[in-house]
């Protein structure tokens, strides 16, 4: 079945610093990846919509200069955390559709990357 | 706006006890509507879908929801529970048109008890 691979499964950082996250489709392309926010015990949250060759699309209240989404690539996309915050601590998930048949693939979720900034 | 209400926070049911796990969505149409289930630190897994056709719908691990129109619900229900069933559980539903995103309920917490 469609896999989506996501890494790191885990960082830890200092604050300032910035973490880069890779969101991969492994075998199936995607125009399209999705990505959501999950605090502890809450629900997911869509931060950002990245889009293969062009800008990512950002929910409202979202910093597109704090969180850097690139997608190089039919089978990639980056989200980049700057000058991380203690408050960016979160758990960051990927998700992306077939785009070969969108109207009938589910989304697939990566495992997840639980940041920590220190 | 698209909205899935999850009602129940936190269930709690016997091993080998049934389950049902309620949701209701908001939405203008017809959607697409999904339960996924999630590990502690865990990423999404899909449990099931409903696109269309058979508004009964089997999926994974012997889990079952019921689509009804009438009631805006897609109640996910198990005939039999395992105590590797705990686990957190979200109901989402999405547009029918484009590569859009989902919108997820707050989840339901499942715990299992001997």
């Known amino acids: 079945g469609a896999v989506v691979s996501q890494h790191p499964s885990r960082v830890i950082c200092k604050s300032g610093t910035s973490v880069k996250i890779e969101c991969r489709s492994l075998?199936?392309?995607?125009?399209?990846m999705f990505w959501y926010r999950q605090f502890p015990k809450q629900s997911l949250m869509l931060m950002a919509t990245?889009?293969?060759?062009?800008?990512?699309?950002?929910e409202q209240g979202v910093e597109k200069d704090k969180f850097l989404i690139n997608h190089a690539s039919l089978t990639l996309s980056t989200l980049t955390v700057t000058s991380a915050h203690p408050e960016d601590s979160s758990f960051y998930i990927c998700s992306a559709r077939d785009s070969k048949d969108i109207y009938n693939s589910p989304l697939h979720f990566g495992n997840g990357t639980r940041l920590t900034v220190t | 706006a698209q909205s899935v209400t999850q009602p129940d926070i936190h269930i709690t049911v016997s091993e080998g006890a049934s389950l049902e796990l309620r949701c209701n969505y908001s939405y203008g149409a017809t959607p697409y509507l999904f339960w996924y289930v999630q590990s502690p630190g865990q990423g999404l897994q899909l449990l099931l879908k409903y696109f269309s056709g058979d508004t009964l719908v089997q999926g994974i691990k012997g889990f079952e929801a019921e689509f009804k129109r009438s009631q805006s619900s897609f109640n996910l229900r198990k005939p039999s529970v395992h105590w590797s069933d705990a686990a957190e559980y979200f109901c989402a539903v999405g547009a029918r048109s484009g590569n859009t995103p989902l919108v997820f309920g707050k989840g339901t917490r499942l715990s299992v008890i001997a």
């Open positions: 075998d199936f392309q995607a125009t399209t």
């Open positions: 990245s889009n293969e060759g062009s800008k990512a699309t950002y």
